[in-house]
């Protein structure tokens, strides 16, 4: 019998039990009852949490980012100069029609 979280069914010695085999590993059984409706467990419903609180943390500072943005940000975007930098043909074969 495996366990699930840690937790092993409440049964006695000589009670049956409806059992469920694993199908690539025969050796693991677990509990019908338990695949079907797993019972409450700390790891399962710590690690949902964990997951909300970092996504729900995730969008809060996607939101302040973009709202420090909007307002501390330049009134009219930054133009950048292309004066200096005029395109050059070096390196660029030259084809012959």
Not at 1 to 16: I, L, N, V
Not at 66 to 93: C, H, M, Q, Y
């Amino acid at each position: 019998m495996s366990d699930y979280a840690g937790m092993y069914p409440d049964t006695h010695a000589d009670a049956s039990l409806v059992v469920t085999y694993d199908r690539d590993n025969p050796s693991r059984i677990l509990a019908r009852a338990w695949v079907e409706d797993p019972p409450a467990n700390l790891p399962a419903y710590g690690t949902s949490a964990l997951a909300i609180i970092c996504f729900g943390l995730a969008t809060a500072v996607i939101w302040r980012r973009l709202w420090i943005l909007r307002t501390f940000g330049p009134d009219e975007p930054v133009a950048l100069s292309t004066a200096d930098n005029k395109p050059s043909d070096e390196g660029v074969p030259k084809m012959n029609p």
